[in-house]
């Protein structure tokens, strides 16, 4: 029982190059969530997923892309990476009430 | 504007002392407040959540407190050991809402 698995663990990026981070749940939850990390501003929501099939924007979308591919699957993609995008990204299943979230280890990108 | 705080600043304690985190909030109607504990590299770890009709709960060495009058949360970690640094976070959630917001976090350090 894995729990939230996020790959890739780590990556650098040149400004303008795309890439997708992934995320599986093994928690059969219905709610997934994207978040970004950065110093001093805590844990901003980028997109998340009630279920399979939909997906919303969070505080700071702009930039990104979401699937949520299946139950168990929800990928993040930059389209044209930017400097601004370094950050560590984390990946969240969400249980029934009381809405416990389950995270992922978290990707630490660098966008150079 | 809504505003959840907690310490920036680290908090430093001596083995074996009762640590306490305060989580203060504004413009927040909560229903539910939750803590997590955040080791670095690591995504963040659900301990406890408290309601907006419950005025403190337990479990182990670690009590919270909901005050909704004071718009304060007070975590508490009794007989506190080395193994207890990390950082703490604070997360409110409104009413019929699964997407609680984060507060930037405390940095705990317990001191042998």
């Known amino acids: 029982n894995a729990g939230v698995t996020q790959t890739p663990k780590f990556q650098v990026l040149k400004t303008g190059q795309s890439m997708t981070l992934q995320c599986a749940q093994d928690?059969?939850?219905?709610?997934m969530y994207w978040y970004r990390q950065d110093p001093g501003m805590g844990l901003r929501l980028i997109y998340y997923?009630?279920?399979?099939?939909?997906?919303d924007k969070g505080e700071v979308p702009n930039g990104y892309n979401v699937s949520r591919l299946n139950k168990r699957e929800f990928s993040l993609r930059l389209e044209s990476a930017a400097p601004s995008q370094t950050s560590v990204y984390f990946c969240?299943?969400?249980?029934?009430?009381?809405?416990?979230?389950?995270f992922g280890p978290g990707t630490r990108l660098t966008v150079t | 504007s809504q505003k959840i705080e907690q310490n920036s600043e680290a908090l430093n304690i001596q083995e074996g002392k009762t640590a306490t985190l305060t989580c203060n909030y504004t413009n927040y109607s909560p229903a539910y407040l939750q803590w997590y504990r955040q080791d670095p590299g690591r995504g963040p770890v659900f301990l406890l959540l408290?309601?907006?009709?419950?005025k403190e709960k337990r479990k182990e060495r670690l009590k919270v407190t909901f005050d909704t009058t004071l718009k304060q949360s007070l975590f508490h970690i009794t007989a506190s050991q080395p193994a207890d640094s990390a950082t703490y976070l604070c997360a409110l959630g409104v009413g019929g809402s699964y997407i609680p917001t984060f507060g930037r976090g405390t940095s705990l350090i317990v001191h042998p």
């Open positions: 997923s009630a279920s399979e099939g939909t997906t």
């Open positions: 928690m059969n939850h219905n709610s």
């Open positions: 408290i309601r907006e009709n419950e």
């Open positions: 969240a299943a969400i249980g029934d009430p009381p809405y416990e979230q389950y």
